[in-house]
């Protein structure tokens, strides 16, 4: 089975990966990309499992590099369940990818993350509700404690041995759209893609002119024999590269130009799709989502009203770089000196011990003036620097 | 009155009326729900140029001045509830 992990960019998608698979990953490239691709093996319930962490993205419809793997993953690689990680602090957004994924893979199973994020801000999220709204099994998870993830592989497992595919919900489009998207349909019913593709998200992605329609892809895995010549050094080999074997001409093209006479050009049809979505998520967003007072600042807002301040910004970052600059060099400076007397008072007594034993002059020229005047040289040191870097890590997780 | 979303001052609310130009950027925008008819809050400005933060869809966003100059706002008005798509 094949499991692929998705969601936004920065909603724990590795911390998952990394927790289910362990050390068995397999990192290598993406084909012609500077992408790591990691995948997994794992062995749940007699099943050989092949979890993949695709890149972060926030559309299936890309354009950077990591949307662009996401994507044609997706669409070529057709992975058997998608684990879906949702940030509930910022629910809207990251459902419109959820949204674009339903359309295209049916088995889904959505990873709810950051719950406590979505407390603190006042949100409360009830995941059972979520379920029912999108038809679609919902797992609440912390990813950080590594809480509800085996319970989240093994709801993916269960949706992948499903016997049929499940129903999701279908995203409701405006009249005068949905409309255009059933005569898009009518159209391609009867051609071959509808057997690899969701009818619906090929009368879709028509309207939209995607350049990936029509397009058949065959995929191989073998790997290429490694060419010393070509830098050897940085290319650790794709292990899965895509290779286009034919494009069809589709149905519809009349269709097109007579909407884009109507005003309905591509941009206007992409425009309303991601509108219409947007808006779909509005309208079930009352049936799981409460959230009190929506206009309180939470903590980071009233830290950030100072802290970011055209007026006040430049002091306060004054003030903290030189209060880490007086700790690592001026209050440490005692402690570097007590480790130095520590040096030189442990360094008399071994002498000492060295001269009671007869120990030749230069073994004791080698401990006393080589290994604990040296090492206790660098060992001065350490106070400043580990006052610095703890200054230098508080920074870095205040940022997160 | 359609002004940029660059003119605005900080804490001024406005909803979108259209995205000028084409191709990645917009895509991008449309992405992150600035659609038509959404309205958005200027939170601040970086000093000298810098980007700007909006709030949308209860969350922030960071945008270069430039890509603000493409997207043009109207007030926010309480009455209007449904919005024409632009075509443009």
């Known amino acids: 089975m094949k499991i692929a992990l998705i969601g936004n960019p920065n909603v724990g998608k590795s911390t998952i990966f990394n927790a289910l698979t362990g050390s068995n990953q397999q990192v290598g490239n993406w084909a012609g990309k500077t992408v790591e691709r990691k995948s997994g093996v794992l062995q749940r319930a ?21 949307e662009i793997i996401t994507r044609e993953y997706i669409l070529r690689e057709r992975p058997d369940v998608v684990m879906a990680m949702v940030d509930a602090s910022n629910i809207e957004r990251n459902l419109y990818l959820v949204l674009q994924i339903l359309e295209l893979v049916p088995r889904i199973v959505i990873g709810l993350n950051m719950m406590d994020l979505a407390h603190s801000a006042g949100i409360s999220i009830e ?12 797992v609440e998870i912390v990813a950080a404690k590594g809480k509800g993830i085996e319970e989240f592989l093994s709801e993916a497992i269960r949706v992948g041995s499903m016997a049929s595919d499940p129903l999701p919900v279908e995203v409701s489009y405006p009249a005068d759209l949905e409309q255009k998207i059933q005569a898009m349909e009518l159209l391609l019913v009867d051609t071959p893609w509808v057997t690899t593709y969701p009818l619906r998200w090929l009368a879709i992605k028509c309207l939209e002119r995607d350049p990936e329609i029509g397009q058949k892809w065959s995929i191989s895995s073998t790997k290429l024999p490694v060419n010393k010549t070509v830098n050897s050094c940085c290319n650790n080999g794709d292990p899965v590269s895509y290779e286009l074997q034919e494009v069809a001409e589709l149905p519809g093209e009349s269709l097109l130009a007579k909407y884009e006479e109507d ?33 309180k600042p939470t903590l980071t807002d009233r830290l950030d009203s100072w802290i970011l301040s055209p007026f006040w910004g430049y002091p306060i970052m004054l003030v903290i770089l030189a209060l880490v600059f007086w700790m690592s060099f001026i209050a440490s400076a005692p402690l570097g000196g007590a480790v130095s007397l520590g040096m030189a008072w442990v360094a008399d007594i071994v002498v ?12 004791q020229s080698l401990v006393r003036d080589g290994i604990f005047a040296g090492v206790g040289a660098v060992l001065a040191f350490v106070p400043q620097i580990a006052i610095f870097f703890a200054f230098f890590h508080l920074c870095r997780i205040a940022v997160i | 009155m359609e002004r940029y979303l ?6 001024e609310w406005a909803r979108v009326e259209r995205i000028d130009g084409g191709g990645a950027l917009r895509r991008r925008m449309m992405d992150m729900g600035i659609v038509p008819g959404v309205e958005l809050e200027v939170v601040r400005h970086a000093p000298f140029g810098g980007p700007l933060q909006v ?8 945008m270069r001045r430039g890509e603000c100059a493409k997207i043009i706002v109207t007030e926010k008005d309480p009455q209007y509830t449904d919005h024409l798509l632009a075509s443009r």
């Open chain 1, 352 to 363: 000492g011990l060295l001269q009671w034993g007869q120990a030749p002059e230069f073994v």
């Open chain 2, 55 to 62: 709030r949308l869809k209860g969350y922030y966003l960071a």
């Open chain 1, 127 to 138: 995941s059972s509700k979520l379920a029912s709204a999108l038809k679609v099994p919902v």
């Open chain 2, 6 to 11: 660059g003119d605005l001052k900080t804490g």
């Open chain 1, 263 to 295: 005003g309905w050009t591509q941009d206007h049809f992409e425009m309303a799709i991601a509108d219409a979505k947007y808006r779909y998520i509005s309208s079930i967003l009352p049936q799981f989502r409460k959230h009190e007072n929506p206009n």
């Open chain 1, 46 to 66: 007699n099943q050989t499992i092949e979890l993949i962490d695709l890149p972060g993205t926030y559309s299936l419809t890309a354009y950077s590099q990591e």
